[in-house]
């Protein structure tokens, strides 16, 4: 008897544990052609500004032929942010450092001065920095009209008026250029070198050109010259 309740006893608990096994819900399983859900997220990529690219800045140093020497440092500031297939490349606030590579001072015959500066790293507010290549393609406000920029980014400062100009009169006249000169000239006679009268006439009938004048705040757009990398946050 105590056999036939034994075996009825096992056979009830098999009976429960296959019931249960029978009943148990699968785990949810990814479907092979769809996204692995538990998959992690990239934290980050990079974008490339193609060249050609202008970007707005702001000179933050200040330019002069008479002060400035090659090799000075140069700095700006981005104006407007830099997008690229919906990614902020360039944010507003990253700073450009360059420096300048020529410089000329004005001469006599109305020679103006030329100055000529690259842009060849930049600095993003996360404090990422990567090398670039980058050169003035515009002047948007400056405060100086006689100043020019060609295509190189090379800026040259407005020619002097010609000596016509005195004598035509629409600067002193013929008159007047006449008498500076001999004005001049009679100095000598009261203590002035005869050198020093010749160069009083020289300056009027030959003056300088101008110089290159590129104060700070002046807002420009720089043009890369090859394509700019950066990492940026999905």
């Not at 034994?6 to 098999?14: D, E, M, R, S």
């Not at 190189?152 to 005195?166: D, Q, V, Y």
């Not at 004005?183 to 101008?210: D, I, M, N, Q, R």
Request: proline residues 7%.
């Amino acid at each position: 008897m105590r056999r036939v309740f034994a075996a009825i006893t096992v056979i009830g608990f098999l009976a429960i544990a296959a019931f249960a096994q029978e009943n148990e819900v699968p785990p949810v399983l990814p479907h092979r052609n769809g996204p692995e859900l538990t998959r992690p997220v990239s934290p980050g990529g990079s974008v490339t500004v193609p060249a050609e690219t202008q970007v707005s800045i702001q000179m933050l140093s200040g330019l002069h032929t008479k002060v400035n020497h090659p090799n000075d440092l140069v700095t700006a500031r981005v104006m407007k942010t830099v997008y690229v297939d919906g990614h902020v490349a360039l944010p507003s606030g990253s700073i450009l450092d360059g420096r300048i590579t020529m410089i000329r001072k004005s001469g006599h015959v109305h020679r103006p001065a030329e100055l000529r500066l690259r842009f060849d790293e930049v600095v993003l507010p996360d404090g990422q920095a990567e090398p670039m290549a980058g050169v003035l393609a515009a002047l948007e406000k400056s405060s100086n009209p006689d100043l020019h920029l060609d295509a190189e980014g090379h800026l040259t400062g407005g020619r002097a008026r010609s000596w016509k100009t005195f004598i035509g009169g629409a600067g002193l006249g013929s008159f007047g250029a006449i008498r500076a000169v001999a004005t001049g000239a009679a100095a000598a006679s009261v203590g002035l070198s005869v050198a020093g009268a010749a160069a009083v006439g020289y300056e009027l009938l030959w003056p300088k050109g101008h110089e290159v004048n590129l104060p700070p705040e002046t807002q420009c757009r720089v043009r890369l010259n090859y394509p700019l990398t950066v990492r940026i946050s999905w």
